[in-house]
């Protein structure tokens, strides 16, 4: 396991990544003044962004039907637990995009070669308890 995002898990068999980013920030407001440089205050904690980059060759390498089980995962507008191979738990994050480039398509159009970006949003770690609560 490389990586899952609630049930769904990241593996050759499903959808392998080959690269992940991670961008985070944090919120500093500033307040000009005159004469000086601006004031700043830090005001917490920004974005915390991972997109995942990967491919899915339906031959050798992962499903299609991952991909369609992930997009449907971003229909359903939930959070999920994001936890890597080694168990460190990231947190709740949405899937907040889904990009799929398809080549080498057979006769039948069906793609021998897709490679995927996906990016998950890290959101507030409560949207998890109360997903349990309502179910």
């Known amino acids: 396991m490389m990586m899952s995002l609630d049930q769904f898990v990241f593996s050759l068999a499903t959808a392998p990544y080959k690269e992940l980013q991670r961008q985070r920030n944090?919120?500093?407001r500033t307040?000009?003044?005159v004469g000086t440089r601006d004031a700043s205050q830090y005001t917490g904690a920004g974005d915390d962004v991972i997109?995942?980059?990967?491919?899915?060759?339906?031959?050798?390498?992962?499903s299609i039907a991952s991909l369609d089980?992930?997009?449907?995962?971003?229909?359903?507008?939930?959070?999920?637990?994001?936890?890597d191979?080694?168990?460190?738990?990231?947190?709740?994050?949405i899937i907040e995009s889904l990009n799929t480039t398809s080549t080498y398509h057979t006769?039948?159009?069906i793609?021998?070669?897709i490679e995927f970006n996906l990016t998950l949003k890290h959101v507030d770690d409560s949207r998890i308890a109360a997903k349990k609560d309502a179910g």
């Open 107 to 109: 006769k039948e159009g």
């Open 69 to 83: 089980q992930l997009a449907k995962m971003g229909d359903v507008g939930d959070a999920y637990v994001l936890v």
């Open 85 to 93: 191979g080694i168990g460190t738990v990231y947190g709740a994050f």
């Open 51 to 62: 997109t995942l980059n990967g491919m899915v060759a339906p031959e050798s390498i992962g």
């Open 111 to 113: 793609p021998r070669k």
């Open 31 to 33: 307040s000009s003044r």
């Open 26 to 28: 944090w919120k500093h």
